[in-house]
């Protein structure tokens, strides 16, 4: 069975940081990437960013690059996400996913495994 568990959310100010973390419990030769998305009220859930287990390939939704930076650590199974330059637009539940296809999909409903997500709320 696989678990994803995200950690690391929390309240900060606009202009500010915060990394989240993602420990999964997959062998990771099962996953040919992570990604992470988020889910705001009342909104349908989108892409942040995804990276790919082997070769640290990653991709980003044009609205976080050059603020977000997502990374691996194989040793340990899991996925960053480094967020910096937090605006109040950024507040949303913040969820990791596991995809086997071997492509870093920008859509929610290629990914196979979902954690359980992580509030992230920047204020004003």
């Known amino acids: 069975q696989v678990q994803l568990v995200e950690s690391g959310g929390g309240l900060v100010q606009a202009g500010g940081s915060l990394r989240l973390s993602c420990a999964a419990s997959?062998?990771?030769?099962?996953?040919?990437?992570m990604g992470w998305f988020r889910q705001a009220p009342g909104k349908e859930r989108e892409f942040v960013a995804a990276v790919n287990w082997s070769f640290g390939a990653t991709s980003y939704a044009d609205s976080v690059k050059g603020r977000f930076t997502i990374s691996r650590d194989n040793a340990k199974s899991t996925v960053y996400l480094q967020m910096n330059s937090l605006r109040p637009e950024d507040t949303a539940v913040y969820y990791c996913?596991?995809?086997?296809?071997?492509?870093?999909?920008?859509?929610?409903?290629?990914?196979?495994?979902w954690g359980q997500g992580t509030q992230v709320t920047v204020s004003s």
């Open positions: 996913a596991t995809i086997s296809r071997r492509l870093l999909s920008p859509t929610p409903g290629d990914y196979d495994y």
């Open positions: 997959i062998r990771t030769f099962s996953s040919y990437a």
